[in-house]
């Protein structure tokens, strides 16, 4: 891969000091950052393979996406009206046109979001869906990083349970031994809506004895803690606390409905992360808020996620900063009690921690992986600050991302992929799209038929 040297722009490193670099220098060997640093100590050109310009450029870590699911895009616009974080809403909209789903739509359907992603600045992304084998080699192709959770629905059926067991096995082995921009957790949907006891069992125990972390939807709908509530006098957090869930890595999407003790439950467990989903959840139109700001306080790593594009749109990582702080100040009735630099650390290196991976990714610091995006800073809204942050949160889009490198790798160079062309990936997904919906339309006339 050789050695490369980005030179120019304003570098945020996301280190321990939110180090800012005014026209800084990174120096990329095989992939690694080896060094950085102020202009005045930019080595030699002649040093290296390659040499980059970012002049006029906010240089940063690849923005990670703690929560979505990339073959959702299929459902962009279809959940109009519909509450997706209510047991109805989501089974109305999404799980009887997802049952028509089949696998030969899933590569398309992912290559699109990961061309998305890829092309406003997101560079790493934490998945949770069936389907996880057809994901992963989708993923695979776009170079993008991904962990992806093998996603289990149950829904009551005792043997569609088991069998998914089997699969999400089977996946965990399969792509242990695979190459380190995958990897592979496991992702009962949302505990109690639809599992049983004996399910979630069995689900920490094949965690546990692959030792990868669960990523799970946790106080999202009503019915979550309703359902528990009813069934054992606790929240869907005391109860899965009870059953081991906290005892290893778990990471849980939403947190709509914590209460004190439900904080202190994710406080006190040693890794447990939450994915704040400002926008699907403000879309939602659920009474609830995630408590970041204290969850925060009390030491939890909240990383922030688009969630599935039915419930958001867009991927832009950039805009969901912007919504996270915005809905954080109108929660906490107060002037941005999560700052800009936060939300930038919530967007980079606490989405990497909640992943276990910030020692690999999340911050610009020597030993880490080449995951580098360049924003330009020359369009509207990008005048004079002292606080490049600021601008990032409140004046930026994922649209200004003009280019992103995965270990050292080009994927996104002037806006374009270098993969593949982005109009090859639409034209296969369009195609997708349309005999997907018809299946679907098929499926209900079959339906009533019946
Ligand atoms: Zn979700």
């Keep these: 891969m050789g050695s490369a040297l980005f030179h120019g722009g304003t570098i945020l ?5 939110d180090t800012v670099l005014a026209n800084g220098w990174i120096s990329v060997r095989d992939g690694r950052i080896t060094a950085l640093g102020p202009s005045a100590s930019t080595p030699g050109f002649d040093r290296f393979d390659e040499t980059i310009d970012l002049t006029g450029h906010l240089v940063m870590p690849g923005l990670v996406n703690a929560h979505t699911h990339s073959v959702m895009v299929l459902f ?30 899933i590569g398309p359907a992912v290559a699109l979001s990961c061309a998305e992603m890829a092309l406003s600045g997101t560079t790493t ?15 695979k192709a776009s170079g993008l990083r991904s962990v992806i959770a093998y996603g289990v629905v149950q829904l009551g059926d005792a043997a569609r349970g088991r069998e998914e067991l089997a699969k999400a096995k089977a996946f965990l ?12 957790w496991f992702g009962p949907h949302a505990p109690y809506v639809d599992n049983t006891e004996e399910l979630l069992q069995a689900e920490v125990e094949i965690a546990n004895q692959f030792g990868v972390g669960l990523h799970l939807h946790m106080a999202a709908g009503p019915e979550d803690n309703d359902e528990t509530e009813k069934r054992y006098g606790r929240t869907a957090t005391v109860a899965l606390e009870k059953i081991g869930f906290f005892n290893g890595r778990i990471h849980a999407a939403h947190c709509l409905d914590l209460s004190e003790e439900d904080i202190a439950v994710f406080a006190r467990a040693p890794a447990a992360s939450v994915a704040y989903c400002a926008s ?22 909240v990383a922030l996620g688009t969630d599935n594009v039915a419930a958001n749109n867009s991927y832009d990582m950039v805009s969901e900063m912007r919504v996270a702080g915005l809905v954080a100040s109108h929660r906490e009735r107060r002037a941005q009690p999560i700052s800009s630099r936060e939300l930038v650390r919530m967007a980079t290196i606490d989405g990497a921690r909640a992943l276990g991976l910030g020692h690999e990714i999340g ?14 800073l020359g369009g509207p809204g990008y005048s004079e600050t002292p606080d490049p942050e600021t601008l990032l949160v409140y004046s930026g889009s994922g649209r200004d991302v003009r280019h992103a490198w995965v270990a050292g790798e080009q994927l996104v160079r002037d806006r374009t992929l270098t993969r593949r062309p982005y109009d090859d990936i639409r034209r296969e997904y369009s195609a997708t799209y349309q005999q997907f919906w018809a299946r679907v339309a098929e499926a209900k006339r079959n339906r009533e038929v019946a």
């Excluded at 490193?13 to 000091?17: E, K, P, R, S």
């Excluded at 082995?173 to 592979?184: C, L, M, N, Y």
């Design 13 to 17: 490193t996301v280190d321990a000091n």
């Design 76 to 105: 962009r616009g279809r959940s109009e009206g519909q509450s997706l974080l209510t047991m109805d809403g989501w089974y109305n909209s999404i799980r009887e046109p997802e049952l028509s789903l089949v696998s030969s739509d």
């Design 125 to 139: 992304f934490a998945d949770q869906y069936f389907f996880a084998e057809e994901i992963a080699v989708a993923v």
């Design 173 to 184: 082995e399969q792509q242990r031994s695979a190459d380190g921009r995958v990897i592979p």
């Design 280 to 301: 699907a959840g403000l879309r939602s139109g659920r009474e609830g808020i995630c408590p970041a700001v204290a969850l925060r306080a009390a030491g939890v790593v």
């Design 363 to 376: 911050s610009l610091e020597p030993g880490k992986s080449a995951d580098i995006i360049a924003l330009d």
